[in-house]
């Protein structure tokens, strides 16, 4: 199919960027900058972002974030399954009818609306690592100058008829709103032609690849300063020219020092452990918001959370308190030593738990190599199997060979884990009863054997301080405060 070719945008190399183009002050309240980078699909935004962040992270700690819906790359995904995916792709095809002609179908204006929460649960999150203190480099960004697929409102655009279609795009109108009030510090805007992108993306419709690639030029995000680039250039010059672009801006705030390079932030990982009701969360989310006042922190949670799943299963109406008993039952039977797993299904359950630890461990990890304090809510040992946060299908035996294997593996991961050791372990220390009074749905019982396992953990001979945590709760956070300080854990490192 024959298409127009866009008028080539001059590309601007490094050094080319005079200081009026760039934002010459910081914007109220942000500790680092947000960089977008936008434009049609083909134009390089992935690649150019992902040669960004190995430019700026070894400067300042840096998080890259996917800002779009990606309804597109699902809707390709799906029409290549077998048997359904040529039943998907006429079903959408008559639904994109549909909308041209009479609107959304109510099914078709639930599944649009679910990918416009996407986005914006994506886009808080990004507001929350920025927050934090990270440099944030956005694929993508959303904004209300031009709606339609290109980041913009696409309820609006549809024939407001019935009544969820309108209350949808009031809704949306609503939050396109709120993500324009945190504009970007800078905008790359990437520029290529129709047939350029159609040659990197052969699985578009290059009917919509032009009509994206004309609606780039009346991209606005309020008052924040664009740059254009013209990616049919050579890869190399692109990134100069983006890279000059970007470390402009984080010099405005102050993240790059005059020298040629900075040495990379040493990293740290503190651990919060103790019975449940020693205030574990609440101190790790107060240590994180007044640390990443000085320098990027985060929270890490590496509990599995199965006691809380279970107790909200109990307040299900009718089943629940059965169901709750039924699988109490089984989780004390897997964690009593001399018992045996009652079955397989039990088994993948806490190997799959034991999983979901073992990712937000690799997370947290990932993170204190790039410099970043993190705060962790408990913390994986190997000392006493299946409680307080031991490997799960270690203390009850199983005949069955599959679980003699998942309980292998899962051993191997929690050696991983328990042979990293933490900077520091706070350990929060409280009497059964107190932790009842202040978790009144928890088990005596088990809070008793909490407690005195919790004494016993040594974390690998890991750093570690001792805090009664049944003092009132302002001068048990004072006394961790001044442990972090006595180790050299606040503030820059």
């Keep these: 199919m024959p298409m127009p ?24 309240g942000r500790k680092a900058p947000v ?18 962040l190995k430019i700026l992270q070894p400067i300042y700690p840096t998080r890259q974030c996917h800002l779009g819906k990606q309804a597109g790359n699902l809707g390709r995904a799906l029409f290549k399954l ?11 095809a008559r639904e994109t009818k549909r909308k041209k002609e009479k609107g959304f179908s109510p099914l078709g204006a639930l599944v649009n609306f679910l990918f416009v929460i996407r986005r914006t649960v ?3 999150r990004m507001r929350a690592y920025n927050a934090a203190g990270y440099a944030i480099l956005a694929d993508r960004y959303p904004q209300i100058a031009c709606p339609g697929p290109m980041d913009g409102p696409y309820f609006s655009r549809a024939p407001q008829t019935g009544w969820l279609t309108p209350f949808l795009t009031a809704l949306e109108t609503r939050a396109f709103a709120r993500m324009d009030a945190f504009p970007p510090d800078l905008v790359i805007r990437l520029n290529v032609d129709p047939e350029t992108a159609f040659a990197r993306k052969p699985d578009h419709d290059p009917v919509k690849l032009a009509a994206k690639i004309r609606d780039v030029p009346r991209l606005r995000f309020r008052n924040a300063p664009i740059i254009d680039l013209d990616t049919r250039a050579p890869l190399k010059e692109v990134v100069a020219a983006a890279s000059q672009a970007a470390l402009g ?19 740290a990982v503190i651990a919060l452990v103790g019975c449940d009701g020693s205030g574990k969360s609440s101190l790790s989310r107060e240590l994180v918001t007044e640390i990443g006042q000085s320098r990027p922190t985060r929270y890490g949670y590496l509990g599995l959370g199965s006691g809380d799943l279970g107790r909200r299963i109990g307040r299900l109406p009718f089943i629940g308190p059965v169901l709750e008993h039924k699988l ?25 738990f034991s999983l979901l630890r073992y990712r937000r461990f690799r997370q947290i990890q990932r993170a204190a190599a790039r410099g970043e304090m993190v705060i962790t809510d408990r913390y994986p040992q190997m000392e006493i199997p299946a409680q307080c946060d031991g490997p799960g299908l270690s203390a009850a035996t199983s005949d069955n060979p599959l679980i003699q294997r998942l309980a292998a593996v899962e051993r191997r991961l929690y050696q991983r884990m328990a042979a990293r050791r933490p900077d520091l372990v706070v350990h929060l220390d409280i009497d059964p009863e107190t932790a009842q009074r202040r978790k ?23 750093p570690r301080v001792v805090i009664d945590s049944r003092a009132p709760y302002k001068e048990v956070k004072r006394q961790v405060s001044e442990a972090l300080r006595q180790h050299a854990l606040t503030g820059p490192l």
């Design 328 to 352: 109490g039952k089984r989780a004390k039977t897997t964690r009593t030593r001399g018992e045996k797993i009652p079955d397989l299904p039990t088994a993948l359950v806490v190997f799959a």
């Design 82 to 92: 077998p048997v359904l995916g040529n039943h998907i792709a006429a079903r959408s």
């Design 5 to 28: 070719s866009a008028a080539r945008t001059p590309l601007r190399s490094a050094g080319a960027f005079p200081d009026s183009v760039l934002p010459s002050k910081r914007l109220p």
């Design 35 to 52: 960089i977008a980078v936008v434009g049609c699909d083909g134009s390089g935004k992935s690649t150019v972002c992902e040669e960004l």
């Design 122 to 124: 994506r886009f808080w």
């Design 249 to 267: 801006v984080m010099k405005v705030y102050g993240k790059v020092p005059q020298e040629k390079s900075l040495p990379t932030p040493r990293g």
């Design 440 to 462: 009144p749905d928890h088990d005596l019982e088990a809070l008793r054997i909490k407690t005195s396992v919790m004494s016993r953990l040594r974390y690998n001979e890991a």
